[in-house]
């Protein structure tokens, strides 16, 4: 295995402990009903809809990124390119007529760019898991944390947020592999003034997948310090330091850091496929190859 892969490796085996200890409990409470140390539906309400006891839903939920790789994301890709050039194109004609043009990319990846991204679509994914969370219980469907009188209702709602960031790792990974995929095509936009000498008008140049990339990074990072704010605040007056509920709460804040594991596997596949991806992309543009300026080489 090449040394890039490593910290994605070890995220996913981390990912892979996590669901085998929530496959052990369902395998208990099956065989020995009512003796679970959570009630079931507190794992069952966010699936539902997928046939099979808990086990088969896990798997399933395992593969689900895989299969929606390969048959959303690559069998489409030049498609979901041109969805967000597009997009992107529209949303620019507000500010200026930008330009277009292909930055020819390095073909190495780090194993610290790789990890990053899956630390981001993680935490996007954890904080739209805490969102849903409350949402089911502002409908009543389950109970959320905002009152807490034992360790258990504690334990019920790292759960109840752990099978969502699985449930919604389906959805939130064919949003951002779009992304990434024009990142590393080198598509970039420029914008230079043509008006009059003395017109105040920067200089623009940046890379299509900017502005999304920046939002979804963005939101990622402040949802998710706004969750565990908000947790510690609604859970730490109920708890001491010698409870094991303090465990519960710390298991939360590490959340994000164990479902990235999650998104490895799809992140793997996109590296290895990404040559075909990139030479696909490029059958379906026209822009002419750029070369960037070299701003280090600008005297002062």
């Not at 008006?195 to 900017?210: F, K, T």
């Given at each position: 295995m090449?040394?890039?892969?490593?910290?994605?490796l070890?995220?996913?085996?981390?990912?892979?402990?996590?669901?085998?200890?929530?496959?052990?409990i369902?395998i208990?409470?099956?065989?020995?009903?009512?003796?679970?140390?959570?009630?079931?539906?507190?794992?069952?309400?966010?699936?539902?809809?997928?046939?099979?006891?808990?086990?088969?839903?896990?798997?399933?939920?395992?593969?689900?990124p895989?299969?929606?790789?390969?048959?959303?994301?690559?069998?489409?890709?030049?498609?979901?390119?041109?969805l967000?050039?597009?997009?992107?194109k529209?949303?620019?004609?507000?500010g200026?007529?930008?330009?277009?043009?292909?930055?020819k990319?390095?073909?190495?990846?780090?194993?610290?760019?790789?990890?990053?991204?899956?630390?981001?679509?993680?935490?996007?994914?954890?904080?739209?898991?805490?969102?849903?969370v409350?949402?089911?219980e502002?409908?009543?469907?389950?109970?959320?944390?905002l009152?807490?009188?034992?360790?258990?209702?504690?334990?019920?709602?790292v759960?109840?947020?752990?099978?969502?960031c699985?449930?919604?790792g389906?959805?939130?990974?064919?949003?951002?592999?779009?992304?990434?995929?024009?990142?590393?095509?080198?598509l970039?936009?420029y914008q230079v003034?043509?008006?009059?000498?003395?017109?105040?008008?920067?200089?623009?140049?940046?890379?299509?997948?900017?502005p999304?990339?920046?939002?979804?990074?963005?939101?990622?990072?402040f949802?998710?310090?706004?969750?565990?704010?908000?947790?510690?605040?609604?859970?730490?007056?109920?708890?001491?330091?010698?409870?094991?509920?303090?465990?519960?709460?710390?298991?939360?804040?590490?959340?994000?850091?164990?479902?990235?594991?999650?998104f490895?596997?799809?992140?793997?596949?996109?590296?290895?496929k990404?040559?075909?991806?990139?030479?696909?992309?490029?059958?379906?543009?026209?822009?002419?190859?750029i070369?960037?300026?070299?701003?280090?080489?600008?005297?002062?």
């Amino acid at each position: 295995m090449e040394k890039k892969y490593i910290p994605l490796l070890i995220t996913f085996i981390v990912t892979l402990t996590i669901i085998m200890f929530f496959m052990i409990i369902g395998i208990t409470y099956y065989l020995n009903p009512g003796d679970s140390m959570f009630a079931d539906e507190t794992v069952l309400i966010f699936i539902p809809f997928i046939p099979g006891p808990l086990i088969t839903d896990l798997l399933i939920i395992l593969v689900a990124p895989i299969v929606v790789f390969i048959v959303i994301f690559y069998s489409l890709a030049p498609y979901w390119a041109k969805l967000l050039i597009g997009i992107h194109k529209l949303l620019s004609k507000l500010g200026g007529n930008p330009k277009y043009g292909v930055i020819k990319m390095g073909k190495k990846a780090t194993g610290r760019m790789l990890f990053f991204r899956a630390m981001v679509v993680s935490f996007f994914t954890f904080s739209l898991a805490v969102f849903l969370v409350e949402i089911l219980e502002i409908l009543g469907i389950t109970d959320g944390f905002l009152l807490y009188s034992s360790g258990i209702q504690i334990f019920d709602t790292v759960v109840q947020v752990y099978v969502a960031c699985l449930f919604l790792g389906i959805i939130t990974i064919l949003v951002f592999l779009p992304v990434w995929h024009l990142e590393d095509s080198g598509l970039t936009s420029y914008q230079v003034s043509t008006g009059e000498e003395d017109e105040r008008s920067p200089v623009d140049i940046q890379g299509v997948h900017a502005p999304l990339a920046g939002a979804l990074t963005g939101y990622a990072g402040f949802a998710t310090i706004l969750s565990w704010i908000t947790f510690i605040i609604m859970v730490y007056p109920t708890i001491s330091i010698s409870d094991v509920s303090l465990l519960f709460l710390i298991l939360f804040i590490l959340l994000p850091f164990i479902v990235a594991g999650f998104f490895s596997i799809p992140i793997y596949l996109y590296e290895k496929k990404l040559p075909s991806l990139l030479s696909r992309l490029e059958s379906y543009w026209d822009y002419d190859h750029i070369k960037p300026p070299e701003f280090e080489k600008v005297e002062s």
